[in-house]
């Protein structure tokens, strides 16, 4: 088992910028590939960000390139998601999840994570 519990969230203006963090527990850390996905309201959950195990890798959805940063500190058992220039359509709950998979490292399917944080809300006012 795998336990994520997001920080970072809450309310901020448009333009504005956002660290969110993820701290897992129950597992070498350094062995998960992780990803951020968000849901905003009536929306499905849509990914956003997936880093590889060793932070090597690095991939984006269209919307958030050259705005998000993902990162990971294995000595922390954290990964970070750097959120700058926020729109007021990047509000939603944000969740990190944690992917095992040997061979998609990289996933931007929610299907292939196989565990869950609770969700942080970022909310961006315009």
């Known amino acids: 088992q795998v336990q994520l519990v997001e920080s970072g969230g809450g309310l901020v203006q448009a333009g504005g910028s956002l660290r969110l963090s993820c701290a897992a527990s129950?597992?070498?850390?350094?062995?998960?590939?992780m990803g951020w996905f968000r849901q905003a309201p009536g929306k499905e959950r849509e990914f956003v960000a997936a880093?590889?195990?060793?932070?090597?890798?690095?991939y984006y959805t269209d919307s958030v390139k050259g705005r998000f940063t993902i990162s990971r500190d294995n000595a922390k058992n954290t990964v970070y998601l750097q959120m700058e220039s926020l729109k007021p359509e990047d509000t939603a709950v944000y969740y990190c999840?944690?992917?095992?998979?040997?061979?998609?490292?990289?996933?931007?399917?929610?299907?292939?994570?196989?565990?869950w944080g609770q969700g942080t809300q970022v909310t961006v006012s315009s």
């Open positions: 999840a944690a992917n095992m998979s040997p061979v998609f490292s990289i996933s931007t399917m929610s299907g292939r994570y196989d565990f």
């Open positions: 129950g597992r070498t850390f350094s062995r998960l590939n």
């Open positions: 880093i590889n195990w060793s932070g090597g890798r690095t």
